[in-house]
């Protein structure tokens, strides 16, 4: 009879080790995506700052008289790059706003001049630029749905007990920032 209760004993602990470890890694692993997510907004981030010099070079060629933009525009630019390698969510989602509507600005300059309208380089750009701006909104839904999950899993019994052993916590959804929930309306 002894020995039953301890093969039990022993098979209640095996299991509860091997529940813990599973919890933990399940956490861990949530918690990795969501970083993930957010890397992937990071780098679309640094990706449309990086062609926005190549579309201000180009508008710029045209409209030398629109330096206010352009200024706004670099400002922009800098603060997305600082924002996409050390800002918080809220920092990232406000940079975004900023080169959006700078973007926008250039875009609307733009619209002044047929025949940079015209020209292959700027729809070339133009092209690039919509099709960052179609993986930063795909990258933007992805972190917030591994957020989604990852916010289940801590807030939720039995991972809530992991969370603070994993060192798992919620994380903030990205957001749009007021104003930011339409994109920015440039006709041609």
């Known amino acids: 009879m002894g020995i039953v209760i301890t093969v039990i004993v022993v098979v209640v602990?095996?299991?509860?080790?091997?529940?813990?470890?599973?919890?933990?890694?399940?956490?861990?692993?949530?918690?990795?995506?969501?970083?993930?997510?957010?890397?992937?907004?990071?780098?679309?981030?640094?990706?449309?700052?990086?062609?926005?010099?190549?579309?201000?070079?180009?508008?710029?060629?045209?409209a030398t008289h629109e330096r206010a933009v352009f200024d706004e525009v670099t400002?922009?630019?800098?603060?997305?790059?600082?924002?996409?390698?050390?800002?918080?969510?809220?920092?990232?989602?406000?940079?975004?706003?900023?080169?959006?509507?700078?973007?926008?600005?250039?875009?609307?300059?733009?619209?002044?001049?047929p025949d940079l309208k015209a020209s292959a380089n700027f729809a070339a750009l133009q092209n690039e630029l919509s099709d960052t701006e179609n993986k930063l909104s795909f990258a933007r839904q992805y972190y917030n749905d591994t957020v989604a999950r990852l916010n289940q899993l801590v807030q939720t019994i039995p991972w809530m007990f992991f969370a603070g052993m994993a060192g798992v916590r919620t994380r903030e959804f990205y957001r749009a920032q007021e104003g930011q929930q339409q994109p920015p309306q440039v006709r041609f």
């Open 13 to 62: 602990v095996i299991a509860l080790i091997a529940f813990v470890i599973a919890g933990y890694n399940k956490l861990k692993r949530a918690d990795i995506r969501a970083q993930e997510g957010l890397g992937g907004i990071d780098v679309q981030l640094t990706r449309r700052a990086d062609l926005i010099p190549n579309l201000v070079n180009t508008v710029s060629g045209y």
């Open 75 to 113: 400002a922009a630019r800098a603060n997305a790059a600082h924002a996409a390698q050390s800002g918080t969510i809220d920092q990232k989602a406000q940079a975004d706003q900023r080169l959006n509507r700078a973007v926008a600005n250039v875009l609307a300059v733009a619209e002044n001049y």
